[in-house]
């Protein structure tokens, strides 16, 4: 059982960046898999980004490799994605989401969710 609750979005011009916030209940946090997702109005969910238990491995999608980075510290219940470079195609609702079983990029997989955080993207 884990409570999630994002922060950090907001509007900013293109080329810009923005570092979001995934905050965490409970004092199990370090046992869970982390992953952003995100959805643009109109679209499905995609996968963004995933992290382990210890953030010692991370998993892109390949439109944000090199411009976005999933960090975590454990000892503040928080899992960060930085997000440089912005475009007007990152515009989305970005969740945070935890499993207790492994990293995964399908949105399935995940057992917690957050309420999202909105980021848009002005070109």
């Known amino acids: 059982q884990v409570q999630l609750v994002e922060s950090g979005g907001g509007l900013v011009q293109a080329g810009g960046s923005l570092r979001l916030s995934c905050a965490a209940s409970?004092?199990?946090?370090?046992?869970?898999?982390m992953g952003w997702f995100r959805q643009a109005p109109g679209k499905e969910r995609e996968f963004v980004a995933a992290?382990?238990?210890?953030?010692?491995?991370?998993y892109y999608q390949d439109s944000v490799k090199g411009r976005f980075t999933i960090s975590r510290d454990n000892a503040k219940n928080t899992v960060y994605l930085q997000m440089n470079s912005l475009k007007a195609e990152d515009t989305a609702v970005y969740c945070c989401a935890a499993t207790p079983r492994a990293m995964a990029v399908v949105a399935t997989h995940y057992d917690y969710w957050g309420q999202g955080t909105q980021v848009t993207v002005s070109s």
């Open positions: 992290i382990s238990r210890s953030g010692g491995s991370t």
């Open positions: 409970g004092r199990t946090f370090s046992s869970y898999y």
